[in-house]
């Protein structure tokens, strides 16, 4: 009599599945893709973030070096806007000069602005200072010099 063989050998695991199902596949992407829209969400973010940053650093730079120039009386303290920068057209600038309490104090509002294609790519930066009229200066130096002379010629 023949004995018949048994599909399980004494000692050996049970058979096991070779492969995925169908559920696990779907779960698989599912994670993958989620995981994906998030790391893309995030490099979003700090690519508007960095844009954002460097147009602000830039618009800083001009605005203060913008107002420098007028305390320096290389620009006339006089309202204007938008002005285009000589080297580069997207940057303007303008400047609002206010009477100020006192008579001789005015506020100088100057506001560099970067107008790029998108919301992402625009910029506004204003600085607000309280200054002395130049005239006065002109004034008292004209005043002082016309004084020396005066006491230089009698003698």
């Known amino acids: 009599m023949m004995r018949k063989r048994s ?5 050996q695991p049970p ?3 070779g492969g995925l199902t169908l559920l696990e596949i779907v779960l698989a992407m599912a994670i993958f893709f989620g995981s994906m829209a998030a790391l893309t969400q995030l490099a979003w973010n700090g690519t508007r973030a ?7 650093t830039q618009a800083t730079i001009r605005c203060e070096a913008k107002l420098n120039e007028v305390l320096a009386g290389a620009v006339p303290m006089q ?9 580069d057209s997207h940057w303007t600038w303008s400047q609002v000069v206010n009477a100020g309490s006192h008579p001789e104090l005015v506020q100088l509002d100057l506001t560099v602005s970067h107008r790029g294609t998108s919301r992402l790519a625009s ?3 204003t600085l607000r200072r309280w200054v002395r009229l130049q005239s006065l200066f002109v004034k008292a130096v004209t005043q002082e010099k016309a004084e020396a002379d005066a006491v230089a010629k009698p003698q």
């Open 7 to 11: 599909a399980k050998k004494r000692g």
């Open 15 to 17: 058979l096991s599945r």
């Open 123 to 125: 910029m506004d930066v």
């Open 79 to 87: 309202s204007v806007s938008n002005t285009p920068f000589p080297d």
């Open 50 to 56: 960095a844009v954002q940053a460097r147009l602000k």
